[in-house]
Each structure stands twice: as C-alpha cells, then as structure tokens.
C-alpha cells in the first residue's frame, strides 16, 4: 500500500532532520526515508566544529542564525545538541592577513562576535600553542563544536511529536513522476507519494539528482579525522582552531583528547560506500607530524582512534539550495565538509522556500543549483581560496 506525506526528504543526516523539524513548525507533515539509521552518513561523522568563520558572507550568516539553535537548543529544538563553547581561533598565512581583516570586518557588520587578536593573545588563550608564525587570528569566543548524531535525533524527535514519519532501512531506487512532476518516490519498502521530494542525500546525492534526469556537478569527498590523547601537561582544554599554515583543523573532546582533521589529501570520487570505519593509510602519521609542529607538547600523546566519512561536494565547495528539474524537486545537499554547523538556518529556509516559495530567514539564492551551468560559481570577497585541496 502507497504511504502519503506532504513531502518526502531523502536523507535522515542533519539536513533532513533540520528539514523535517522546521517543515512541521508549519503545520506540514513529511516523510524522511533514510536508507541505513540516523546519522548513519556524513552527519555521524562529522567533526562538530561550529564556528562563523567563512569568507562568503551568506554562508556567515548561515552559520549565525544557526548559532542561536546551538546556543538555545533545548529551547528552540527540545533535547539536547551537546554544544561546548571552546573558543574558535583562525589561523592564516602571512599573505592572507589583509583578507582575515576584512572578513572579521563583514562577521562584525552582521553581528557576530568576531575579533583580531595578536600572537600574543593567542598565547595566553593557549600556552600550549607554537605561535612564532602567528601575527594577527580571528578570535570567536562564543563558538565551540556540537554534536552532530544528538541534534539530527533531537530535531526528529521534535519533528515526530509534531507529525513527521520517519522510515530507516528503506532505500528511495527511483523518483516518480507524473508528466513534468514528482508525485513519489519507490524505495526498498514500497512505495511512498507526495507532492514534493526532497534531495538530502549527502554524498549519494548526485545519485539521487540523476533520477530525475538532472546531471549537477556533484561529487563525493572523503574526510578523516583522528582523536589523539593528550599528555598530562596538555590536559587543560584548548581552543578550538583553524589552522591553514599547517593546512589542519582540531578541537578539543572530553576526556583529555584532541580531534584532528586535515585540509590536504581528502580524495574526491570515491564510492561514499568504500570502507570508512578507519582512516586511510598514512593519514595518522602526517595528522600527528602537523599537530605536534602547532602544539610541540602533543609528541607525548598518543592516538586513541581514527575515522573517515563521505560528504557530497560542489565545485565551489559550497552548498546547493533550491528546486531544479521537475516540479516539486528540490536539492538541500552538496555540503562540501562543512554543513553542520549551518543546518539549523538552512533547514528553515527550505522549510521556508518550499511552503511560501520564498527563504526569509537568511538569503539562499546564492547557493542556487542553476549557477554552475550560468557560470556563477561562488567565490568570498576576500577569499582564502577552497578550504579542502
Ligand atoms: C569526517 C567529517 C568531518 C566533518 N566535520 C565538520 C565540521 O566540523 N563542521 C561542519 O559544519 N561540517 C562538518 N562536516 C560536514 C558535515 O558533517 C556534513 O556537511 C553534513 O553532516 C551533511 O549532512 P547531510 O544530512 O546533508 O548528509 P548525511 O549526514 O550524509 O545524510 C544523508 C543521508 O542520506 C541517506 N541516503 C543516501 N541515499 C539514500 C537513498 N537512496 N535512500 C534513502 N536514504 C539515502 C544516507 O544514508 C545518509 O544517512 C564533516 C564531514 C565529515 C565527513
């Protein structure tokens, strides 16, 4: 028997939770259908780190408007979110001062709590830290990291006492369509109608896209990270931080450990299927070689665990929002490793754009899908350039 629904989302990671929970603040009932469990692709593996740090000022404000579902969670959501105010620092090179100057000049405009700090600063923030190639970082105090698998939970939770379904083990296999319409989808459990799907796939997201005919440059990226113990001399915590001279980010964790992840070597086109449940080979040597070269004392930790996972990814690195091929389509995916920590605003707007026509809580139209093939890639004002490479 066909189940009904005001809209289908493909997809149970933090987009289409965030989707689904702010869809039912509307009075609109969907159906997630999630091939595996909850969290089951990037969204569990996902580093956490929230910070408002961009170089493109729509994803800033994203990423601010977000800011307050973290900040407020219990209230605004239900649940928890497992937010830890650590301190966010970005590190740059020399050549890019003039550019970190002017993006905490545009973070400031739109409010966020955003400074310049010195070298100096930033040691006595973090004793522990080599700051001898550090002139000037930005400094967010109020920013930290979450957790990504408690927020998609919470945000379902929400969603459900609200109306939506949610289905794990069920695989969408193809979109249905009534002319130049979506009226459904088929899946692993039967079929499923509604008038609106939604493509919050991740990194099987150009796979779905390719359903219904549509052939966005959407790829796969591969990230891992790695938990490394400190020693007893480092077991105070320590900012969270961006470090592109080492081409490396890390934050703290409970329990005296240090996440890592680096910006270098995430191959991209990988099947999001291929092994994830350890980190690929050598990726665990050069991640110690960078942190132990930002905190000299780490040579004294030791590793406790390494991880990868697969998000999908744009040619501009930022994400595609909005409707394209037949009516009732929509794309929430393309995340390109850093769409956790704007879920929240994101999922209003769609919630937004796809029961008024229109985004009121922040501007999406940037991220559009049509702007690859109308030449209009997205690029920062002050650009640090593409974040992975
Ligand atoms: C290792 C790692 C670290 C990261 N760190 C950060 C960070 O620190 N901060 C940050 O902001 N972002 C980070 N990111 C990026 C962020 O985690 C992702 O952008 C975000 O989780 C994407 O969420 P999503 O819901 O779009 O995708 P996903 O979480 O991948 O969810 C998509 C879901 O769709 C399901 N699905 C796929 N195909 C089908 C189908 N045919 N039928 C039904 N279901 C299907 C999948 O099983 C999956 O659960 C990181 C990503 C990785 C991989």
Redesign the pocket.
Known sequence: MTQTGDVII????????SLAFHLTRKGIKPIV????F?????????????RMHYDLEPESRLAWISFNYFRHWTDVVGGESGFRRTGFLQFVKPEAIENLKANIIMHQRIGIPSFLITGDDVGRLAPSFYREDIELAAYEPESG?AE?SICTSSFLEAAREKGAQLVQN????KINLSGDRVTGVG?SLGEFSAPVVVN??????G??ASMVGLDFPLDT?Q???MFIRRPDALRYDHPTVIDFPNSM?FRPETGGLTLV?LEDDNPIGESPESDSETAKPGFVERAIDRICIRIPGMDQGSLQSS??????ITPDQRAILGSAGPEGFYL??G?????????PAVGACMAELIVDGDAQTADIKPFNPQRFTEGEMLVGDHSYENIWR
């Open positions: 493909i997809g149970g990671g933090i987009h289409g939770a259908l999630e091939k595996d909850i969290a089951s692709g990037a969204t569990g593996r996902s580093s956490g780190l929230v990291y990504p069920c695989k969408v296999n899946t919050a796939a991740g990194a099987w997201a796979k779905i990226w990230h891992d990270t980010y992840g991880h990868g996972g697969y998000d999908g929430e995916c995340f390109s490793g850093t769409g956790f920590k704007i879920a």
